[in-house]
């Protein structure tokens, strides 16, 4: 009987030809079924892919064959076998898009001047010992169903508008306070905290492996609150039934943690939404671009 898996997994390296590692990425996919989304630029290479057990094993194995793969952190998580409508393999100039190409700096040992990495307990023995003050590093939308108590949460629909989010002064009362950067599986940290660091914040960490990783060391008994979202069809995962509601509903504002796809087609909106105002919350968003 088929178990489906998911991965989530990245690593900033330098690659000398990342289409000649596309074309490879991709053959390798579809040789074993692999569904998902993998981006690679000349520095590294950032995935979630799906299918059957066995396949994603020998997909893990064979990747890390590649010596500048060989140290990749895979984080898995239980697939529904449906998860990915179809298989993605691009370059771009950044595996994560910040729009800030240029002002990255990687080598062999991963992201040049970023954050200091700190484990779930890590993390813990920080917070106890001070104050700190949690950045998301996610879009606003995938904060509403779930993120650390007190966190900031920054104003941003996509990773493009940070460097302006953080340009913009808001945050510099921070820039002499220790800042623990957190995002899905640490990707987007691993950005994030070097941009805060170029702009003046003085003490900036990042969570190592993410909520992903906090969440499977202490689940919803520790400082994470409510749901996580994530980059597939399941939308959102819990890491026990004992979550936390935080989101609203956007139509009738009931708690919930769903979040959907708009389906109108003048729509492109993800929102959070109970089961009862599916219809009416998509011809709504459908709506209002064009009031």
């Known amino acids: 009987m088929a178990i489906p898996k998911i991965l989530l997994f990245y690593v900033f390296t ?27 630029s000349a520095d590294g290479m950032n995935g979630t892919i799906g299918g059957d057990l066995k396949a994603v094993k020998k997909y893990v ?9 060989k140290n990749i952190d895979f984080k898995w998580s239980e697939g529904t076998g449906d998860d990915f409508p179809k298989l993605s393999v691009k370059v771009r100039d950044e595996i994560v898009s910040f729009g800030a190409p240029g002002e990255l700096k990687v080598d062999a040992n991963g992201v040049v001047g970023g954050g ?25 939308f995938e904060a509403e169903i779930g993120r650390f108590e007190g966190a ?5 629909a996509n990773t493009r508008e940070f460097v302006a ?47 992903v990783r906090y969440g499977e060391r202490f689940g919803d008994a520790g400082l994470w ?6 980059f597939d069809q399941r939308m959102a995962v819990n890491f026990t039934p004992d979550a936390a ?31 009862a105002c599916d219809a009416v919350a998509c011809e ?7 009031a």
């Open 61 to 69: 194995r064979k990747t890390r064959e590649y010596a500048s793969f």
């Open 225 to 230: 609150q409510g749901s996580l979202y994530v």
């Open 116 to 140: 200091t990495h700190l484990s779930p307990d890590e993390l813990h023995e920080l917070v106890a010992s001070r104050d700190v003050t949690f950045f998301d590093g996610r879009n606003a």
């Open 165 to 211: 989010e953080l340009d913009s002064g808001k945050y510099d009362h921070l820039k002499d306070q220790p800042i623990v950067t957190y995002c899905t599986g640490g990707i987007r940290c691993e950005v994030l905290s070097s941009l805060m660091l170029n702009r003046g914040f003085s003490e900036v960490y990042q969570l190592d492996g993410g909520i």
């Open 245 to 275: 509601v935080l989101g609203h509903c956007v139509a009738c504002g009931n708690p919930t943690s769903r979040m959907r796809n708009c389906t109108e087609p003048s729509c492109r909106d993800q929102f959070v939404v109970c089961e």
């Open 152 to 156: 900031v949460v920054p104003d941003v």
């Open 284 to 290: 709504r968003h459908a709506v209002e671009p064009a």
């Open 14 to 40: 330098p690659l000398a030809d990342p289409d000649a590692v596309r074309l490879w990425q991709r053959d390798l996919c579809e040789s074993l079924g692999l569904k998902g989304r993998i981006i690679l």
